[in-house]
Structures are given as structure tokens and as C-alpha cells.
């Protein structure tokens, strides 16, 4: 079955350390995106990325770098310099970013929770 | 800028019961997309239904089905038949292009048996 597949489900970091969260699709979608959740809030867009190669910053891009080598993975770098790191992270992917009308449907992964000690 | 405001924090429901969960959007956007998705207490995120905002009827999927009141710049989500495995937060979602949009604060539905 087609998905996307995060890891690690949870992760804890000790301050000043860099941790990098995995988002893999098999979707063949072009776009994919990384988002931030925190307790009783909506997701906010760190950062998408709409072809290989190429990533725009969201809205909350400040301590996080990306990286889209392959159209199947988009791996979040959650750095140092990220002051509070400790949320719930969705990763999701669409078939396009491009469309104007909207209708670009988002299919999320199951999420990784990172918890800085 | 576009914003999506969901005014009902939490909702109870007796089982079998219809519910309305409300949402309202602002954009300057001719053209625009309005979705709904479920978060279970699992964290993921599972697509309900879309509405674009040219589309001519309401769209529906299964129980669920969209009250779209462009007038009132509404996108109501209407489940049917409630059941106690609806229960889980709800977001609403708006905008144009899939990197443009804006979530809603969410809705945490409880439908008791």
C-alpha cells in the first residue's frame, strides 16, 4: 500500500544536540512538507519542498534545515538553534504543490514526537 | 492573508446524533480549497472531504458532508449517524495551493454512547 512512512515514532534530545526526523512517501508525489503541532493547536508549515532538489521555507522555518535529494524522502533536521524543539512533528505530501485551486489533497504520515530533556 | 476560524473548541454528542462542526475562512482568493481532516488521538492526519470554491454543490463523502455558504465565507462540517469512533480533534483547512494553507485552531469532538 501506498503511504508515507515517519521515524523514528518517538525521539528524545538532550539540549544542543541535532536530531534528524525521516519522512520516506511511495506515493510518487511531487510535493512534500514538513509541519509542526503543538499541544491544542493546528499544524504550522516549517518547510515544502515541490520538486527535487528545490525547498522553500514555512512559516516557522528558524532552526530547522531540510533537504530533498530523492522525490521519496524528505528529512527534517530539527538543529540546536531551534529554541523549543519539543512538539509533534507531521510529515505530508501531495501530488503537486502548484495547483492554484487548492486541490491538491495532503496525505500525512503517522508523526514523530521529539521531547528535548 | 487567508485565516481559518473554528469557534468551537470541544463538542459533545450523543451517539447516533447528527453534528455540525464549524468553520469560517477569510481570503482575498478568487480561488481557493477548503478541507476537513480527523486526528485521532494516534496523531495522524486523515482526509475527510474537500470543497473548492467553485464547485457548484456541496460535496459529500460517505457520512460526512460539507455545508459551503460562500455568502457567509462557511464551510461547516456535517457528520451523520455519529459514532464513537468519531471521536478525535477536527481541523479545518483553507487556501490556495497545497503550500499556502492555513489550519484551524481544530474542534475536539466526543461523541458519548
Known amino acids: 500500500d501506498g503511504g508515507i512512512t515517519q521515524s523514528p515514532k518517538y525521539l528524545f534530545r538532550k539540549e544542543g544536540q541535532n536530531v534528524t526526523l525521516s519522512c520516506e512517501q511511495n506515493?510518487?508525489?511531487?510535493?512534500m512538507y514538513w509541519y509542526r503541532q503543538d499541544p491544542g493547536q493546528g499544524l504550522r508549515l516549517i518547510y515544502y519542498?515541490?520538486?527535487?532538489?528545490?525547498?522553500q521555507k514555512g512559516d516557522i522555518a528558524e532552526g530547522y534545515s531540510v533537504s530533498r535529494e530523492k522525490k521519496e524522502s524528505f528529512p527534517l533536521t530539527v538543529t540546536s538553534a531551534q529554541k523549543n524543539p519539543t512538539a509533534f512533528y507531521l510529515c505530508?505530501?501531495?501530488?503537486?504543490?502548484?495547483?492554484?485551486?487548492?486541490?491538491?489533497?495532503?496525505?500525512f504520515g503517522a508523526g514523530s514526537r521529539l521531547t528535548v530533556l | 492573508a487567508q485565516k481559518i476560524t473554528q469557534t468551537q473548541p470541544g463538542m459533545f454528542v450523543q451517539e447516533k446524533e447528527a453534528v455540525t462542526l464549524d468553520c469560517t475562512y477569510d481570503?482575498?482568493?478568487?480561488?481557493?480549497?477548503l478541507f476537513w481532516y480527523k486526528q485521532p488521538s494516534s496523531g495522524e492526519m486523515i482526509f475527510l472531504i474537500y470543497?473548492?470554491?467553485?464547485?457548484?454543490q456541496n460535496a459529500t463523502e460517505g457520512r460526512y458532508s460539507l455545508n459551503f455558504q460562500k455568502a457567509r465565507k462557511s464551510a461547516n462540517l456535517v457528520i451523520s449517524a455519529s459514532q464513537l469512533g468519531d471521536s478525535a480533534m477536527y481541523f479545518c483547512?483553507?487556501?490556495?495551493?497545497?503550500?499556502?494553507?492555513?489550519f484551524g485552531q481544530g474542534t475536539r469532538l466526543t461523541i458519548n454512547p
Open positions: 505530508a505530501s501531495s501530488m503537486s504543490g502548484r495547483s492554484k485551486a487548492g486541490a491538491n489533497v495532503l496525505t
Open positions: 506515493l510518487n508525489h511531487d510535493a
Open positions: 519542498s515541490q520538486i527535487v532538489n528545490d525547498f
Open positions: 481570503t482575498s482568493d478568487p480561488s481557493y480549497g
Open positions: 470543497q473548492g470554491s467553485y464547485d457548484q
Open positions: 483547512l483553507g487556501g490556495q495551493g497545497a503550500q499556502k494553507l492555513v
